[in-house]
């Protein structure tokens, strides 16, 4: 999963305001790969220096868009413009470019999903259910 850290900065390696870090849970902790490239545990509900050195702040949890490889190729070849939505998990923006590329080169002349469509069509459909 990715989470948003808000609040104040704290440590050189650390936690930075604003940033995206990959974590999972784990035991009632979130275990955040930080600033320092390792990953540590943090608080679920109020992440801070042990020392009381920061306030610290909260998480926001970023939308998770868990994509194997082949729906992650299968998305750039048609919409290339969408690996930073991909990457931050933005899967409002990936849903709404998916759907209009679908419209504009899914169709058949007789308004029927074409091979591309129906490919697309599946990978939304896939989507839209992890939203």
Known sequence: MKLRYIGES?????????????AVEENGFYRVI????????YSMTHPAPLDGS????VWEIVEI?????DQKELLL??????QESIESGDIDTVLEKLDAKI???GFNADY??????????????????QN
């Open 54 to 57: 920061s306030p610290g702040g």
């Open 34 to 41: 930080d600033d320092s490239g390792e990953d540590y545990l």
């Open 65 to 69: 868009l868990n994509l194997n490889n």
């Open 112 to 129: 029927s999903l074409n091979e591309t469509g129906l490919r697309l069509q599946k990978l939304y459909d896939a989507l839209y259910d």
């Open 103 to 105: 419209t504009e080169i």
């Open 10 to 22: 704290f440590g050189v390696d650390s936690l930075t305001d604003g940033k995206i870090y990959d």
């Open 77 to 82: 070849t048609y919409l290339p413009d969408l």
